[in-house]
C-alpha cells in the first residue's frame, strides 16, 4: 500500500495525529437529498460504457500482477496502447506512468461522467499513485457514490482513506462496505490493518482470518497474520543472523505469488509506527529483495534509513525510487533535506552527537549540550541503565524541515519525535510563526524525547505508546515542577463527559483518535496515568514495568504483576482520582470561561477595579491556564496600573510558577525583580525565558550581568557568548564583557582573546585597552 501520507502517530510532547473527517457516505446522501431539486442535470456520456472483452483484458492483467507472473508487463504494455482511454489508463498504471495514466484516467471521465466503477478506479490510482500535486482519491469515491449510494469499493475506498490517515471512521466505513457486499475479503483485511495498529492482536487476526476464509488469496490478510506472529517474536529462535523469522503465513503467500514482496513491507510498516526501526528496515530490505520494482518500500526504506541517520544510504535508496518514477512529496522533501545537511555543524563528545545549522551553531550549541548532558547524567541514575552508543540530536530552526525530517511531508504538529538513539526536534531558536516566541519549550522538548531514547533502548522498542509517551509526560514535570503541559481545555471536556479510555485500550486514543484533539487528551491521560502509579505504588515500580515491557508483556500482564489488579480494576481507582484532582476546574469551566472572556474585555477598556474584582476569585478555578489572556496577566496588569508593583509582581511569579512561557509577563517579572532587589530571582525568570526563546540579545545580556553581579562567571560566558552570536550592534562591548567573565573564571587565554577581539573593533576602547595591560601583567607574573 502507498504511503505517501501515512502520518506515524510519533511521540512528541504535543503530538497531533492528523484525522480525516470525512463524512459517511450515508451522511453525504442524506445531505444530498435535502437539495436533489436544485441538483444540475447529469453530465451525458460522450463514449459507450467499456466493454466486456476490455474488462476481461484488465481482469486478466491484475491476475497475473496477483500471482507474480513474469508476463504481467506485457499484458500492461497491450492495455496501453489502446483506443480506450480506460482500458489505457489502466495499462499505464500497471506499467507506473503516472502521469499518462492520470490524463488517461481524466479523459476517460470527461467521456464517461455517470461510470461509478470509473471514478473507483481512478480513486484507487490516485490514492496508489506517487504524484508530485498528491490526491488521495477521496473526491473520486464520493463522486461513485453519489452516482451510486450502494457501491461497496467505493466506501472501501474511503475506508482506505481514512485509515492511511489513521482517521476515526475508518472501521465504519469498511463495515458499511461489508453490509453492501458481504463478500468483500478487502474490507476485512483493511479492519485488521487498523486493528493491528492499534496493538489489538486479537482482533487483527480475527478480522485478518475472515478474509482468508472468504478467499484463499488474501494476501494481504495472510500479510497481518504473519506480522503479528513477526512482532511477537514467533516463531522462535530465528536462523542465525537473520531477524526475519519464518511464518507458515509467508510461506502461503508465496505459493500464490513468489514475488509478492509487499507481505514484507506491510511487516516493515507496522514495526516502524510501533518503533522498531531496525526491524522496520529489514522487512523492507527483505520486500525489495523480492520485488525490487517495489519503489513505495523503496522510498520508506530510504525515509527510515535518514531517520536513524544514516544519511548516504538513504540518499541513494531514494535517489533510486525517484528515478524509477516513484516521484511523491514524501520522496522529493526528504532528498532536499539530506542535500541541506551540507549547511549544518556536527559536534561529538563521548556520548552525544549535535546536528546544527551552521548559521546558529553558535548560538544554540551551547544551551543544548549543556543541557542534553544534564539529561544523560539524570536519566543514567533514574532508569539504571547506560546507552551503549551516543545520542545523536538534531536541532531544526525550520519547523517544516523538521517535519519533513520525521515524517518525509510537512505538517506534523509535533515539536520532537526519536528514532532509536536519534532526536530530531526544533531548533532552541525555532518559535511557531503563527504564535511566536512561548508556545515551544525546547527543554521540556528534549527531556520528553531522551526519556524515550532510554525507555526504547532498555525495552527493544517493546513498550506500548501508552506507557512510554506518558512516562516521557511525567518526566517533564519531573525535571521542573513548572515544565510540562498543563491541564488543557480538551482534557477537561474528556473528563467532563466521561471519554477517558481505559488503560489496556490507551493506545488508541494516540493512533486512531475518535474525537478532535483526542491525542493530546491521551498525552494527558498518559502523564496522569504514570503519575498515580508514582505516587501509589514508587518509581521503582514504573521501572519493573520497563522490565516486563522489554520482555513482551502485554498491559494487562503488566498490570496484574506489577500493580496487583485487573486493568480494569485499575481504571476504576485510577479515574476517580484524576476526576477528583480536576473537579474544581471541570465543575467551574464553563462559567470560568465566560468570565475570562469578560475580564479580557475590561483589560481592553483598563477598568482595572473590575479587572481585579472579576480575576480574583476566578483565577484558582482553572490555575493551570497560562496562556494568553490568563488571569494571571490581567491581574498583574491591573495592580501595576494602580500602582501597587508588589502584588502585580506576586501574580506574575504564580504564573511563571505555574509554568507560564510567553516572554512578555516573564520579561515584565523581571524587570520588577531587578528593581525589587532580587536578583537572583530575576535571573531565574531570564533562564526561563532561555527556554522559551533564544534570539533576544538583550535578555542575554541582563541574565549575564546578573550572572556577573551574583558570582556566576560560567554562566555570565554563556550569556555573553550568545550575544556575540547574535551579532549585536556593539562588538566591542560584547567581546568586552566576555573577556571579563573569563578573567573572572580564570580563563586568562580566552579573556585575551576576546579582549583583543573587541580592539579589533574599537581600537580606542578604553575599557578594553586597561583590561588588555592587565592580562598581559598577568601572563608576564606567571612567567616569572
Avoid at 307 to 326: I, M, P, S, V, Y
Wanted: hydrophobic residues 40%; proline residues 6%.
Amino acid at each position: 500500500m502507498s504511503s505517501k501520507y501515512k502520518v506515524h502517530a510519533l511521540c512528541a510532547v504535543t503530538a497531533l495525529t492528523l484525522a480525516a473527517q470525512t463524512p459517511s457516505p450515508q451522511t453525504k446522501q442524506a445531505a444530498k437529498g435535502q437539495a436533489a431539486k436544485q441538483a444540475p442535470e447529469p453530465k451525458k456520456a460522450t463514449m459507450p460504457p467499456m466493454s466486456a472483452a476490455s474488462k476481461a483484458a484488465i481482469a486478466q492483467c491484475q491476475n497475473l500482477r496477483k500471482h507474480g507472473d513474469a508476463g504481467e508487463k506485457a499484458c500492461w504494455e497491450g492495455l496501453s496502447r489502446s483506443t480506450d482511454p480506460q482500458v489505457r489508463a489502466e495499462g499505464q498504471w500497471g506499467l507506473k506512468d503516472y502521469k499518462s495514466a492520470f490524463d488517461s484516467f481524466n479523459a476517460a471521465i470527461d467521456g464517461r461522467p455517470n461510470d461509478a466503477e470509473l471514478k473507483v478506479r481512478m480513486g484507487l490510482f490516485l490514492f496508489d499513485a506517487p504524484l508530485k500535486k498528491p490526491s488521495d482519491g477521496s473526491d473520486m469515491f464520493q463522486a461513485a457514490l453519489d452516482i451510486d449510494p450502494g457501491n461497496a469499493q467505493a466506501m472501501l475506498g474511503l475506508a482506505k482513506v481514512e485509515e492511511e490517515e489513521f482517521g476515526p471512521k475508518a472501521v465504519q466505513l469498511a463495515e458499511d462496505a461489508l453490509k453492501a457486499d458481504p463478500k468483500l475479503f478487502e474490507a476485512h483485511e483493511l479492519i485488521a490493518r487498523i486493528a493491528l495498529e492499534d496493538n489489538n492482536d486479537e482482533k487483527a487476526v480475527e478480522e485478518a482470518k475472515k478474509a482468508v476464509d472468504m478467499s484463499p488469496e488474501a494476501v494481504d490478510a495472510m500479510a497481518i497474520l504473519a506480522t503479528v506472529d513477526w512482532m511477537d517474536d514467533k516463531p522462535v529462535p530465528p536462523p542465525p543472523g537473520d531477524i526475519l523469522t519464518a511464518s507458515p503465513w509467508i510461506d502461503k503467500i508465496f505459493k500464490i505469488n513468489p514475488h509478492y514482496g509487499q507481505a514484507y513491507a506491510t511487516a516493515g510498516h507496522f514495526f516502524v509506527i510501533n518503533r522498531r526501526y531496525t526491524e522496520g528496515i529489514a522487512y523492507y530490505r527483505r520486500a525489495l529483495q523480492m520485488d525490487p520494482s517495489l519503489d513505495s518500500a523503496r522510498s520508506e526504506l530510504g525515509i527510515n534509513l535518514m531517520r536513524l541517520g544514516k544519511d548516504q544510504e538513504a540518499k541513494e535508496e531514494l535517489d533510486r525510487a525517484w528515478n524509477d518514477g516513484f516521484q511523491d512529496v514524501a520522496t522529493q522533501n526528504t532528498l532536499n533535506l539530506i542535500l541541506s545537511y551540507k549547511d549544518f555543524d556536527t559536534f561529538k563528545t563521548p556520548t552525544t552527537i549535535l546536528k546544527i545549522p551552521k548559521k546558529e551553531s553558535a548560538l544554540v550549541r551551547p544551551y543544548l549540550q549543556e543541557e542534553l548532558d544534564k539529561i544523560i547524567a539524570t536519566y543514567e541514575k533514574k532508569y539504571k541503565y547506560h546507552l551503549t552508543v551516543p545520542v545523536q540530536v538534531e536541532a531544526y530552526p525550520n519547523h517544516e524541515d523538521f517535519a519533513v525530517r520525521t515524517m518525509g511531508l510537512p505538517g506534523l504538529g509535533a515539536l520532537g519525535v526519536t528514532f532509536n538513539t536519534v532526536v530530531a526536534m526544533d531548533s532552541p531558536s525555532a518559535a511557531d510563526p503563527q504564535r511566536g516566541p512561548g508556545s515551544f519549550h525546547w527543554a521540556t522538548t528534549l527531556w520528553h524525547e531522551m526519556s524515550h531514547v532510554y525507555v526504547l533502548s532498555m525495552t527493544n522498542s517493546r513498550v506500548p505508546r501508552w506507557f512510554t509517551e506518558g512516562l516521557a509526560v511525567y518526566e517533564e514535570t519531573a525535571a521542573h515542577p513548572d515544565w510540562g503541559d498543563r491541564l488543557d481545555q480538551a482534557s477537561i471536556m474528556a473528563i467532563k463527559e466521561k471519554k477517558l479510555l481505559p488503560v489496556a485500550d490507551l493506545d488508541r486514543g494516540y493512533i486512531h483518535p475518535s474525537y478532535p484533539n483526542q491525542v493530546i487528551v491521551s498525552y494527558y491521560q498518559g502523564g496522569r496515568t504514570i503519575t498515580y502509579i508514582v505516587e501509589k505504588f514508587g518509581y521503582d515500580t514504573v521501572l519493573n514495568m520497563i522490565h516486563d515491557y522489554a520482555a513482551n508483556m502485554t498491559t494487562p500482564q503488566v498490570i496484574e504483576k506489577e500493580l496487583k489488579m485487573k486493568p480494569e480494576d485499575f481504571d476504576k481507582q485510577f479515574i476517580p482520582w484524576v476526576e477528583a484532582q480536576t473537579k474544581k476546574t471541570v465543575d467551574g469551566f464553563t462559567d470560568w470561561a465566560k468570565q475570562v472572556k469578560q475580564l479580557n474585555d475590561m483589560v481592553k477598556t483598563k477598568d482595572w477595579d473590575a479587572v481585579i474584582k472579576t480575576g480574583t476569585p476566578i483565577r484558582d478555578i482553572y490555575a493551570d491556564y497560562v496562556e494568553p489572556g490568563s488571569v494571571y496577566e490581567a491581574l498583574a496588569k491591573a495592580y501595576q496600573a494602580k500602582g501597587d508593583n508588589a502584588k502585580a509582581m506576586e501574580e506574575l511569579k504564580l504564573y511563571s510558577q505555574i509554568g507560564g512561557r510567553y516572554p512578555d509577563p516573564l520579561r515584565q517579572l523581571a524587570s520588577m525583580q531587578i528593581a525589587a532587589g532580587d536578583k537572583k530571582g530575576a535571573a531565574a525568570t531570564l533562564e526561563r525565558i532561555n527556554y522559551i526563546y533564544l534570539r533576544d540579545e538583550k535578555e542575554h545580556q541582563m541574565l549575564g550581568d546578573l550572572d556577573m553581579d551574583l558570582g556566576n562567571p560560567t554562566g555570565a560566558i554563556r550569556e555573553y557568548g550568545a550575544v556575540i552570536a547574535l551579532k549585536p550592534v556593539d562588538p566591542a562591548g560584547a567581546h568586552y564583557r566576555l573577556a571579563k567573565a573569563d578573567e573572572a573564571a580564570h580563563r586568562d587565554t580566552e579573556a585575551m582573546d576576546e579582549v583583543l577581539s573587541s580592539l579589533e573593533s574599537a581600537p580606542g576602547y578604553r575599557d578594553a585597552q586597561k583590561l588588555l595591560l592587565e592580562l598581559n601583567a598577568k601572563t608576564q607574573n606567571g612567567k616569572k
